[in-house]
């Protein structure tokens, strides 16, 4: 039986270590992979668009520090923004969330 909950912790040991982080408005979010708007949704925040096809512009992000891989060049949102459903972090990523509203003079 100890045999058996060994391979468990083990194996679930490297399954907890799968997952990624970054941080979206300093606050540090958990996820297993996948686009930034994934990530949120996984922890219970609203991105702002339901899309995930970077066109509705509504899960606008500011990315502030770290890397990351854009799905298509339509997650360039303008004015040094991103969408959320087309990034996917590469290493820790820290973004802030930004509105189309919040940009405007």
């Keep these: 039986l100890l045999g058996r909950i060994r391979k468990h912790l083990d ?3 490297k399954w ?20 930034l708007h994934d990530a949120m949704t996984e922890n219970g925040i609203d ?3 339901s899309c995930r096809r970077g066109r509705c512009g509504r899960c606008r ?14 997650g360039w949102a303008g004015q040094g923004d991103l969408l959320a459903c087309q ?16 940009r405007s003079p």
Excluded: K, M
């Excluded at 907890?16 to 686009?35: K, N």
């Design 11 to 13: 194996g679930f040991g």
């Design 16 to 35: 907890i270590a799968g997952w990624r982080r970054c941080v979206v408005d300093d606050r540090e979010l958990r996820y297993r992979g996948g686009t």
């Design 47 to 49: 991105p702002g668009g």
């Design 61 to 74: 992000v500011g990315c502030v520090q770290g890397g990351y891989r854009l799905l298509d060049a339509r």
């Design 87 to 102: 990034v996917v972090p590469r290493a820790t990523l820290r973004c802030r969330r930004t509105t189309v509203d919040s």
